[in-house]
């Protein structure tokens, strides 16, 4: 277990964000882009080959910069490994984008930035709920999940885990262009995402004030969606705060019917977007617990 490595990234994330360089998500991106350029096919071969290439290169550098941190002296190597840890974690920099409708003078624009589906003809409600949903979804593929993967493998986990987490953005996509593409991408983002997903979706409810409610919430609601993954933390997040998430939405000029997660018992709107934010420092105080507690008993 890399408890400690994990305490000194979550910490260096809390206090400075993103880091000012390169980040090794726009690598991977750019990687994917020039594959794709070359090699695409609408099947599953060339997609497979694309997540098994990205994911050995990626497992190759986290190794390689291991082992390189390993010849620093000690009291050297284990802050070098969670700075490079730190660029897999998002708390700040998710907090800050979905923050940022909360003052945006084209809230549309800005949530544009967080989300796939269309945005032009999205009501002030959509907005906000759009909002709460990135908020719960990344939570888990943002925070917990490279989290988890960090404590159980060290750097070469969120390292694979990001690469994962940035092919399913990418071209997981159930579109004429995608479907066989990026059909192994999306099972295995499902399978990285199986546990935190779950882990995020406790967490949340552990936050609520109404735990009860957010709890039977999950156990109602969290099944509904498409994705065996996202419903767990959004079912948690609507049962919490008393509202509806998900339904219909438009995904590249189509209209695609989900249902609805949770009872539409609060308005979504600006005070829920901010009560559901308020949840950071809670979030925080939790891992920062486990992870302490972790390293004392290891």
Same mark, same amino acid.
């Given at each position: 277990m890399f408890f400690e490595l994990a305490l000194l990234a979550y910490l260096i994330d809390m206090v400075f964000g993103e880091l000012p360089c390169k980040h090794p998500v726009v690598w991977m991106g750019d990687f994917i882009n020039t594959y794709e350029r070359r090699f695409y096919g609408n099947r599953i071969m060339p997609g497979a080959v694309l997540v098994i290439s990205l994911l050995l $290169?990626?497992?190759?550098?986290?190794?390689?910069?291991? !082992?390189?941190?390993?010849?620093?002296?000690?009291? $050297?190597a284990l802050p070098v490994l969670a700075v490079l840890a730190s660029t897999?974690?998002?708390?700040?920099? $998710?907090?800050?984008?979905?923050? &940022?409708?909360?003052?945006?003078?084209?809230?549309?624009?800005?949530?544009?930035?967080?989300?796939?589906? +269309?945005?032009?003809?999205?009501?002030?409600?959509?907005?906000?709920?759009?909002?709460?949903?990135?908020?719960?979804?990344?939570?888990?593929?943002?925070?917990?999940?490279?989290?988890f993967y960090l404590v159980l493998f060290g750097l070469p986990g969120i390292a694979a885990y990001k690469a994962i987490n940035t092919l399913d953005s990418m071209i997981a996509y159930?579109?004429?262009?995608? !479907?066989?593409?990026?059909?192994?991408?999306?099972?295995?983002?499902?399978?990285?995402?199986?546990?935190?997903a779950r882990l995020t979706?406790?967490?949340?409810?552990?936050?609520? &004030?109404?735990?009860?409610?957010?709890?039977?919430?999950?156990?109602? +609601?969290?099944?509904?969606?498409?994705s065996p993954n996202a419903g767990f933390p959004i079912?948690?997040?609507?049962g919490a705060l008393g509202v509806g998430l998900a339904g219909d939405a438009c995904y590249h000029g189509q209209l695609k019917?989900?249902?609805t997660l949770g009872s539409p018992l609060n308005p979504v709107n600006h005070n829920t977007l901010v009560?559901?934010?308020?949840?950071?420092?809670?979030v925080n105080f939790i891992v920062l617990s486990i992870l302490t507690i972790g390293i004392g008993l290891s």
């Open positions: $290169l990626t497992l190759l550098t986290s190794v390689m910069l291991v !082992f390189l941190c390993g010849l620093l002296p000690a009291w $050297l897999g974690l998002a708390m700040n920099m $998710l907090h800050g984008s979905v923050a &940022a409708i909360l003052t945006a003078k084209q809230p549309k624009q800005a949530v544009s930035l967080l989300v796939s589906r +269309d945005t032009d003809s999205m009501t002030e409600t959509d907005i906000y709920k759009a909002a709460l949903e990135t908020w719960a979804e990344n939570l888990s593929d943002g925070v917990i999940a490279p989290l159930k579109t004429e262009r995608y !479907f066989y593409f990026g059909k192994t991408a999306a099972i295995m983002d499902d399978i990285a995402n199986y546990i935190p979706a406790l967490l949340i409810v552990l936050l609520a &004030a109404d735990r009860q409610r957010a709890w039977q919430c999950v156990l109602r +609601d969290s099944h509904k969606l498409e079912s948690a997040l609507a019917h989900k249902p009560q559901a934010l308020k949840m950071k420092t809670g």
